[in-house]
């Protein structure tokens, strides 16, 4: 897909939060731009490529490096010691991180999409007092971050027994994603052609059975994308994870990291090892699906 | 608003509201009202809460580690935000005026960094800066020697190189937001501004410029509060360090409250920092609106 024929699309009455502009012709006037300008334009981009590029490789290339011997820099290890990625997993134990960050991701993304849709379909088809307010309390959950309600949550959670649960991390994530994924649904559903919701209507169709069979069908695209940008959040989120899961039994993968920095400080290469597991499930997730991501971070709201 | 809803059941529109609403109110609303009531009182996380209104406000914005902290936010903004932001915006104006082969590929390799966990980068810069990582291996092999340091270790260079973590993470998806800002700008307009003559920086100014102002706000909402709020590559690469040269406000609250059982001091500094957060929100909004 090419950047350059992808636009936002959005309800008007979004434009504080979404990137909202009238579309425009899909055409641009053919301007030629000479070899020279070609030229500069991969240049532009094969350095800004590689930029990205070289820290990722590094820590792959460190990864692969004896233990214990001093590294050295970008170089490709001669004899790739494989061995690391076991002795990372065996130590920090990655099987449990791995397990309860998605333990914790699955709950969120299922959870948090479901009423996201919901909310989403009520906003955006049906009008009630007080819509108009409860839109703008839903607002502060796209910008606020953790950091700034990390203090209470950590001890309203533990005077109800859930720190060191999934639940603890789980149910926060969830109340602060359901805002963008009202913005995001409420604005999938208000770009549905009338005549379908009408049609359905006309046949009978309770409000129920229109979301469910007439419109979720056609925003399936767009609820994949919340499905996918929640997903790696949730997996991607350390802060909580750290507060409320230091059980290291109770860890998600980033969290687990956290804590290995602090005890392997100098094993660089089982330090870049652990890292690598902890990135491969969401950069696989990018790669296959990154359509999605790209479409969901660029054109949703304020929140990253 | 929007106008064409069918289905007038008010009721039934709480109901489909009700769940989304009150996850949000239970575990964000509701903690920040908590953060407000704990940042009045002095408490050590546990006994009793102890009432002393604005006091700990003034004693930590007094404070010379928060005033750093908050210092060094400033810092990290200048590399989270307005270097990208520019950045950004130089390259999608000089990348937009045609179409390229494997754009794609070039596109899915710049947001990379948006993606992967802040703890992972954190640990790849780690790598990068240290006494024998790249960066120092580079230097030397081109003869600068002298340069080399542990650029994490070093109290002059340590913020600057935390900052530039924060370029790498947010220059490329200022990119590709403005090139899909610029590909929605009528073409006429820039056929309209060569025939009156002007050169590619009036016309970045008088076409590119405005043409892309939502996506410009977007842009620098997201990546000014991101520097405003950073914690996780600050905790994986110095914790702060070296002395309290790196510090940031999100740490400080992570120190106070969970290490120093200072809770109500740092839930003072989480509604500073949640404040500049919403005057940023909100003064971008305006200053970027547009109007249909």
Redesign the interface.
Known sequence: ????????EV???T???????????R???V???GVS??V???T??GL??F??????Y??LA?SLQPRGI?????SWPADPQWSNYVDAWNTGAFNVLLSNSVMIALPVVVI?VF??V??G?????????G??F?FA??L??????F??????????LRALNLTNTMWGVA??E???Y??F??FWMRVAF?QTP?SL??AA?IDGAR?WQVLWKVLFPISWPSVMTIVILFF?WS??E??IA??ILQDPASKT??AG??AF?GKYVSD?PL??A???I??VP??VT??LL?GH??RG???GA??? | MNTRSKVKNNRLAYLYVLPALSASLLFVAFPLLQTVWYSLHRWSGIGTPVWVGLQNYVTQLSSPRVQSALYHSLILIVFFALIPVCLGLITASMLSSSRLRGLGFFRTVLFLPQVIALTVTGMAWRWMYNLDGPINETLRAIGLDSLARPWLGDFDWALYAVGLVGTWLTAGFCMILFLAGISRIDPGLYDAAKIDGSGPIREFFAVTLPGVKPELGVALTITVIGGLKSFDVVYMTTRGGPGTSTTVPALEIYRLAFVDGQVGSAAAIAIVLVLLIVIVGLGMARLFRTRQ
Do not use: H
């Open positions: 897909m090419s950047i350059l024929t992808e636009r936002p309800a008007p009455d434009e504080a939060i979404v990137t909202s502009r009238p579309p425009s012709r055409f641009r006037s301007r030629r731009a300008g070609v500069a334009k991969y532009i981009l800004g490529a930029l990205v590029l070289v820290p990722l590094s820590i460190v001093p590294v050295a820099g970008l948090a009423l996201s919901l909310s379909y009520a906003f955006a088809t049906m009008k009630f007092r819509k108009e409860i309390a839903l502060i959950g796209l910008i606020l971050p950091e700034g309600i990390i203090v209470p949550l950590y001890y309203t149910l926060p969830i109340g602060l359901v805002s994924g009202t208000s009338p919701v009408e209507q409000p790696i997996w991607n350390f802060l750290l507060v993968a980033p990291l956290g920095v660089v330090l870049a652990a890292a690598v902890v990135a969401v950069v990018y790669v990154q991501v790209i971070m660029t054109q304020v929140k990253e």
